[in-house]
């Protein structure tokens, strides 16, 4: 699987963001890979700006991204119960680009917050955000990283035993809903 191609999208723009540290974990996990992180700075959606001037190529490359990986990772802080407004969107931008770039798209979501629940909340709400663009969204098991900004050595990677074992068995189930 050493030419598996993953993608990965960061709810959050922070420089050291927890978030996008556990997505480079993931990908570490997962074993030989290729692995490329989205760039979720966007525009705000506006109707009446795609109207005057059509989807910025920004999201339409993000389109093809997700359409040319073999499997995508999301994960998301909680702001206010829910994931972030940097992913809703990337993903609301996502939705108005033409075909079904994440139709039977292998999803692994997860989440990584400062409270105690780790972004419960907020990744049962992005699970339900994914419904209509029909992918094939692992079940489990769930990863949220609770107090997020102390599990991780100063190299980036994930501290907590159960946390690397639960992660690695989340990839795991990601080869093999690559290979079906």
């Not at 098991?141 to 190299?155: G, K, R, S, V, Y």
């Amino acid at each position: 699987m050493s030419d598996v191609k993953l993608f990965g999208l960061s709810g959050s723009l922070r420089e050291g963001s927890s978030n996008s540290k556990l997505l480079r974990e993931a990908a570490r996990l997962f074993g030989p890979c290729s692995y490329t992180q989205a760039d979720l700075n966007l525009p705000l959606y506006d109707a009446d700006a795609e109207a005057e001037t059509g989807v910025p190529e920004a999201v339409t490359g993000l389109a093809r991204q997700i359409a040319a990986a073999d499997a995508v990772l999301i994960s998301t802080p909680e702001y206010n119960k829910g994931p972030s407004g940097v992913l809703k969107n990337a993903l609301d931008w996502i939705s108005r680009t033409k075909g079904s770039p994440w139709k039977d798209k292998p999803l692994a979501v997860m989440s990584a917050a400062a409270g105690r629940a780790g972004g419960e909340r907020a990744q049962m709400v992005l699970r339900g955000f994914m419904v209509p663009f029909r992918t094939r969204i692992l079940q489990g098991p769930e990863i949220h990283l609770a107090d997020c900004t102390n599990q991780f050595d100063e190299n980036g990677r994930l501290k907590g035993e159960i946390y690397l074992r639960e992660l690695t068995a989340l990839m795991n189930g990601l080869k093999e809903e690559i290979a079906r």
